[in-house]
């Protein structure tokens, strides 16, 4: 996989200061503005993985509503795909305060570790669930199905044969993450208003990346 060139490839795109400060304002608009941009990311990568000469649409009208439906399809499948793991932790601190109400004052000690065991199993679901987002992502740019969300044996199957791609752009991701918020302040928060478009962008193109592994694209 091609990494670097996530981080440069909007550069070379026609007009692309045009596009990005258009993208900018996008997401600025409430509610519907940051689905209208996710679903222009998926064009992005769609047009990424057909090797369109500019892989970068412009902003035009005509593709607003397709983009919104597109947005709004994605959140769908991630939220399905969310939900259980959501389901399994409320369900766990619920047993967890019951368990602590049961046993009274002699809790203590054994609440102290049920809190670590709780601690070290969100942050494995934490990696599973972000790693399986990405699949879902990528499938559904590319299907347009609000089903892979629900597609749990296939999606961890995946995570399982592109484990050390998906920790690798997990990494880049959080790196671009920090690196945003430390420009940010250094910009009096300019970057900031950027930084979503520019991490989608990003995303985007990861996304093709991984499309172009075996298994993804049914």
Same mark, same amino acid.
């Given at each position: &996989?091609?990494?670097?060139?996530?981080?440069? @490839?909007?550069?070379?795109?026609?007009?692309? +200061?045009?596009?990005?400060? +258009?993208?900018?304002?996008?997401? #600025?608009? !409430?509610?519907?503005? !940051?689905?209208?941009?996710?679903?222009?990311?998926?064009?992005?990568?769609?047009?990424?993985?057909?090797?369109? *000469?500019? !892989?970068? *649409?412009?902003?035009?009208?005509?593709? =607003? $509503?397709?983009?919104?439906?597109?947005?709004?399809?994605?959140?769908?499948?991630?939220?399905?795909?969310?939900? *259980?793991?959501?389901?399994?932790?409320?369900?766990?601190?619920?047993?967890?305060? $019951? +368990?602590?109400?049961? &046993?009274?004052?002699? /809790?203590?000690?054994?609440?102290?570790?049920?809190?670590?065991?709780?601690?070290? +199993?969100?942050?494995?679901?934490? /990696?599973?669930?972000?790693?399986? $987002?990405?699949?879902?992502?990528?499938? @559904?740019?590319?299907?347009?199905?609000?089903?892979?969300?629900?597609?749990?044996?296939?999606?961890?199957?995946?995570?399982?044969?592109?484990?050390? !791609?998906?920790?690798?752009?997990?990494?880049?991701?959080?790196?671009?993450?920090?690196?945003?918020?430390?420009?940010?302040? #250094?910009?009096?928060?300019?970057?900031?208003?950027?930084? *979503?478009? @520019?991490?989608?962008?990003? =995303?985007?193109?990861?996304?093709?990346?991984?499309?172009?592994?075996?298994? =993804?694209?049914?």
């Amino acid at each position: &996989m091609d990494y670097g060139g996530a981080f440069t @490839y909007m550069f070379s795109s026609d007009n692309w +200061l045009k596009k990005i400060v +258009l993208g900018v304002a996008m997401s #600025l608009a !409430p509610i519907l503005g !940051p689905l209208v941009l996710l679903g222009w990311s998926l064009d992005v990568l769609r047009n990424l993985n057909d090797e369109a *000469p500019d !892989p970068i *649409p412009d902003w035009t009208g005509d593709d =607003f $509503a397709r983009w919104l439906g597109r947005g709004l399809g994605l959140n769908v499948a991630l939220l399905t795909f969310f939900l *259980p793991v959501l389901v399994v932790v409320i369900l766990l601190t619920f047993c967890s305060l $019951a +368990l602590g109400t049961w &046993m009274g004052s002699g /809790f203590a000690e054994a609440g102290g570790f049920i809190s670590i065991c709780l601690s070290c +199993l969100g942050i494995i679901l934490y /990696f599973l669930v972000s790693l399986g $987002a990405q699949v879902v992502f990528v499938r @559904y740019a590319s299907t347009d199905r609000l089903d892979v969300g629900l597609d749990y044996a296939k999606t961890f199957q995946l995570v399982g044969a592109n484990i050390v !791609p998906l920790l690798i752009i997990t990494i880049l991701l959080i790196i671009v993450g920090i690196g945003s918020a430390l420009l940010g302040v #250094l910009t009096l928060g300019i970057f900031l208003l950027v930084a *979503p478009v @520019y991490f989608v962008l990003i =995303f985007a193109y990861f996304g093709a990346e991984l499309s172009l592994q075996p298994g =993804f694209i049914d």
